[in-house]
């Protein structure tokens, strides 16, 4: 009998993921940003060919178990998907297309009743970038290195499991099960980084050093929603950037802005215990508005963040609640 599954990450560039003068070619048109991806995935090839995503790692395997349930084969049967980067100058519109480098599927490890696969998928993105260097001609231009690192378990007798276990700290990516579902998503996109360390191999899975993920869950259909709210609402959304460490907001101060998290992880502690920790698309600080607009728990940025805020008296009073009633019960859970 064989079983199979699979897990499939979508790398793409959200429009929060680039700050400074790197900004200014994409906000000039010259370049683009990325929608985000749909929240069940249906129809790689059509995305592909909407230019909705840089590239994707399609991580499919399978094992073959026996009569007597003992694991007899294993393999591998994903995919690459590399995408092309598009520039305007005008009316003139220039293709570049990314190369992939080789797809990294590591030997199957095995254990008593499961097989553990590994695939790294990336290569070089489409459009060619300024790099300094110490000597002449001082700059060169080279096209840096994306890539993601997927593991699948499949067991004899048990579900699936999977995880992002590295990444390059730039685009953006997205994990979806075996369903299609959205699961989980990188916390951090780190432009600064990337674009100091990925121009060469040296640096990446193909020179033996992957970058661990920083992985987060997904937000909820409410959060989408009221995340639409904070950044197109009647209030223009006011942005903050922390540093690791840095507090948002502390409990018992006074307040009552709401936060979306943009880029970055946020942990929430209340009463000196640390209860859960809350990644991009996450809204926070509703609870102030419902319970005397004094903060009940403490932000703090688990990384680099950068965050948008607007008055939490724009939403919808039974909306706060609900989002409250589930934060509660998820905190409880993480906490405890």
């Known amino acids: 009998m064989r079983r199979e599954s699979s897990v499939t990450a979508l790398s793409w560039i959200p429009s929060e993921a680039i700050t400074g003068v790197m900004r200014i070619p994409i906000d000039a048109g010259v370049g683009h940003y990325d929608q985000p991806p749909p929240g069940e995935l249906t129809d790689l090839a059509a995305l592909l060919a ?28 994903g995919r690459a998907w590399m995408g092309a980067t598009t520039l305007k100058l005008g009316a003139l519109r ?10 990294l599927q590591r030997e199957p490890e095995r254990g008593d009743g499961w097989v553990r696969f590994s695939q790294t998928v990336g290569g070089r993105t489409g459009a060619p970038m300024p ?19 997927l593991s699948l378990t499949l067991h004899v007798d048990a579900p699936a499991e999977f995880a992002m276990t590295g990444a390059s700290p730039f685009p953006r990516h997205w994990v979806y099960d075996h369903a299609g579902q959205l699961a989980i998503k990188s916390g951090l996109t780190d432009y600064a980084e990337w674009i100091s360390r990925s121009f060469g191999t040296e640096h990446s899975p193909w020179g033996d050093e992957d970058s661990p993920a920083f992985v987060t869950a997904v937000e ?19 942005y903050t950037t922390l540093q690791a460490g840095e507090a948002l907001v502390r409990q018992g101060d006074a307040g009552s802005d709401v936060f979306l998290v943009l880029d970055g992880v ?5 009463d000196g215990e640390q209860l859960a920790e809350y990644g991009p698309g996450a809204i926070l600080g509703e609870r102030a508005q419902l319970e005397g607009g004094i903060r009940t728990s403490t932000l703090v940025a688990v990384t680099p963040c950068r965050v948008a ?22 905190e409880a859970t993480q906490g405890g």
């Open 220 to 238: 909820t259909a409410l959060e989408r929603d009221l995340s639409t709210q904070l950044m197109h609402g009647a209030s223009k959304p006011t």
């Open 50 to 77: 909407a230019d909705r995503f840089r590239f994707a790692n399609e991580l499919r395997a399978w094992i073959e178990v026996d009569g007597r349930g003992e694991i007899t084969d294993a393999g591998y049967s």
């Open 94 to 103: 220039y293709r570049f297309q990314a190369v992939l480098l080789p797809e």
């Open 131 to 149: 790099r300094t260097i110490s000597r002449p001609p001082f700059v060169l231009w080279l096209a840096p290195l994306v890539w993601t690192t």
């Open 266 to 270: 946020i942990r929430v502690d209340r």
């Open 309 to 330: 805020s607007v008055p939490a008296a724009q939403f919808d009073p039974g909306a706060l609640t609900e989002l409250a009633s589930g934060h509660r019960r998820e």
